[in-house]
């Protein structure tokens, strides 16, 4: 992935100055804390700037940060120290990363919708293998009406989420709460405005 046009362009996103996503947490993860709970291992992938793995380590969970972009993770190193908390950071290709089996407590995925199809599948599968049994998981992406918002996310439908796209692949969780709604997010420069979300909760 390194190299390629995608990671060239995220570097290039997340080089410039500030925070593309904003300082703050993503609304829907910030409304999960009391499922988060205050401690076990907590995976947030595609992690980019750090906003939602230190909002996790904030409440007390041990986090790993995933990213690709060495540029996005410098940031994400000096949010943490900024808000006194301590937060593992590793880069990866989130699509080949090697997700240890039974291992986290929670994963969160938020917006990671640059993953075609095919690399979809292989992130979703990962998620589910590297889930301790009980495990929480926590997605947030745009319905394929954001390419009509126009207010941030990728403009091919086919990486957008619908419901029956992440009831196929999590249907087989102890328990899925699938929520779709349109609504305004600020987050940073990178999302502003109406926005076609869909979110899950899921338990393995």
Do not use: C
């Amino acid at each position: 992935m390194s190299g390629s046009p995608e990671f060239e362009r995220w570097q290039q996103r997340f080089g410039e100055p500030g925070y593309l996503f904003g300082t703050a947490p993503n609304a829907f993860l910030k409304s999960q804390a009391a499922l988060l709970g205050k401690s076990g291992r907590a995976l947030s992938i595609a992690d980019g700037e750090g906003r939602n793995g230190v909002f996790m380590a904030e409440l007390g969970l041990d986090v790993l940060s995933l990213d690709f972009s060495p540029v996005a993770q410098e940031k994400a190193r000096k949010l943490a120290a900024a808000r006194g908390v301590a937060m593992r950071v590793e880069q990866a290709d989130i699509v080949n990363w090697t997700y240890p089996a039974d291992t986290y407590d929670v994963v969160a995925g938020i917006f990671f919708q640059f993953a075609a199809p095919a690399e979809r599948d292989k992130i979703f599968a990962g998620i589910k293998r590297t889930l301790k049994p009980g495990g929480l998981l926590l997605i947030e992406g745009y319905r394929p009406k954001q390419i009509e918002y126009k207010t941030g996310g990728p403009s091919k439908v086919e990486n957008l989420y619908t419901r029956q796209m992440l009831e196929e692949a999590f249907g087989d969780f102890a328990a899925l709460d699938i929520n779709e709604h349109d609504s305004i997010i600020e987050e940073g420069a990178g999302h502003g405005g109406m926005s076609a979300l869909i979110d899950l909760v899921g338990r393995k």
